[in-house]
């Protein structure tokens, strides 16, 4: 009985497993296509870059000007031409945020809101646009779609392979419970 559950992911509940892993994977894949901004959600603002503060995966920055304060991640920003931009910018150039103002992030090492770059012009030149940061973004989804889909298909295939062995919910150990003082 013990060799049944420490196989669990060769047999049938495996199978049930990595179908509903697979499914859900698609489901976060799904979700990120559909909370990215089109161009009309978008928001400009112009001021120069007051500070900057580098993470692991973000770079956070502030403009003088407007309340708002901006994070650009770097699944956005592939190649590292926004980050580099942003920061020969600090003090010296008018730098133009294009951002969703309805999405928000709060990190929890920094103080306040900050919203998503999702296009940054320095000096009046484009430094990256919507459909760059789109295709950075994309690019990195379509991990999680291609993950999903081989889940999906490897529980497919352990529930068709074990398809004559029925779903049970037996208790580990020959079916005792755990405590002995129940009967």
Do not use: C
């Amino acid at each position: 009985m013990i060799s049944k559950w420490r196989n669990w992911f060769g047999g049938r509940r495996g199978g049930v497993f990595f179908l509903l892993l697979g499914i859900g994977i698609i489901g976060i894949f799904i979700a990120l296509e559909l909370r990215f901004p089109s161009a009309a959600q978008l928001q400009a603002v112009t001021g120069r870059v007051d500070w900057t503060y580098d993470s692991r995966g973000a770079m956070y920055f502030a403009a003088r000007t407007t309340p708002q304060q901006f994070v650009v991640h770097v699944k956005g920003d592939a190649d590292g031409r926004l980050r580099a931009a942003l920061r020969s910018a600090t003090k010296l150039y008018p730098v133009t945020v294009r951002f969703n103002p309805a999405q928000v992030n709060h990190p929890g090492f920094l103080p306040g809101g900050f919203h998503v770059a999702y296009g940054v012009s320095v000096g009046g030149k484009e430094v990256t646009g919507l459909a760059d940061v789109r295709a950075s973004y994309r690019r990195d989804n379509l991990v999680a779609l291609v993950m999903g889909l081989v889940f999906m298909l490897l529980g497919a295939q352990r529930l068709y392979i074990y398809r004559a062995e029925a779903l049970t919910a037996d208790r580990a150990g020959g079916g005792r419970r755990a405590s002995r003082r129940l009967p």
